[in-house]
């Protein structure tokens, strides 16, 4: 079972677009299982197949730390046809992510989501034309304004593509609210990397936008090129290879504020 999630791990074990790529030339393996299903146990819930605990590519159990993330990765499962794909499986692969990696290591992945307070992509602005320059200001600023309020992080805006330093004292408000549970932070990893936004992601982390405002304040500018010269196929399927992970990702996020509260 392990090596089908060994081909899709790719070099970073939190780089969903990395981890959908080998998966895709890669041997697939036939449905073996009749039915998933979670058992609770006093560290948490594990997915079963057929009754038997299944295993990450490490050989540590797949568990979550509630039910409903449980129910929603044996969902995954349940959902495979004759073929096994693992690229529809993205709770899966952050559960693996999760267990074989992220959990011995939360401040090193915490301090990789922090780097892009440094140059986030909401800093960065576009010159022209104008209706683009207003529809990023119309995505963007209200996230640099909770930011300033609710964090105490004020950030710095330039136009173009030269990088600008960040005060630190912006950098170190906003690092120090990133979580410390091992869940939280992955799934907050893969918000940033996906939408290229750490910003982003602490704002939904933190309610200040539901799903459907990231996603789109993540693409206002390639939704913007999208409507001057089309769709192209590679890029939206890319894209959509993104949303899954996002989706997933924004599920955790969500589940871990729940058993927060």
Not at 30 to 52: C, H, M, N, P, W
Not at 121 to 141: C, I, Q, S
Not at 188 to 203: M, P, R
Request: net charge negative.
């Amino acid at each position: 079972m392990r090596e089908l999630f060994d081909e899709v791990a790719g070099h970073s074990p939190l780089d969903p677009e990395e981890a959908v790529r080998p998966a895709t030339r890669g041997p697939r393996r036939k449905r073996f299982y009749a039915q998933a299903g979670v058992a609770e146990t006093s560290k948490g819930f594990d997915i079963t197949l057929d009754g038997k605990p299944v295993r990450t590519p490490s050989r540590r159990l797949l568990a979550a730390p509630t039910r409903e993330i449980a129910e929603a990765i044996a969902a995954e499962w349940d959902a495979q046809k004759e073929i096994i794909d693992p690229t529809t499986m993205p709770l899966t692969r952050l559960a693996n992510s999760v267990i074989d990696a992220v959990a011995s290591r939360v401040e090193a992945v915490a301090d990789d989501v922090a780097k892009y307070f440094h140059s986030d992509m909401l800093f960065y602005r576009a010159g022209h034309p104008k209706a683009l320059v207003a529809l990023e200001a119309e995505h963007w600023d209200p996230v640099l304004f909770w930011a300033a309020e609710a964090l105490g992080a004020h950030f710095i805006l330039t136009e173009g593509i030269v990088h600008v330093r960040q005060p630190d004292q912006a950098v170190a408000a906003a690092r120090a609210v990133l979580p410390d549970d091992p869940w939280s932070i992955a799934a907050l990893h893969v918000v940033t990397t996906v939408t290229g936004s750490a910003l982003l992601a602490l704002a939904l982390m933190r309610g200040a936008l539901d799903e459907d405002q990231v996603w789109a304040a993540a693409h206002v500018d390639e939704d913007w090129n999208i409507a001057q010269w089309g769709v192209d196929e590679e890029v939206a399927a890319r894209r959509l290879a993104r949303f899954l992970d996002f989706r997933a990702a924004a599920s955790v996020l969500k589940a871990s504020d729940s058993r927060r509260s």
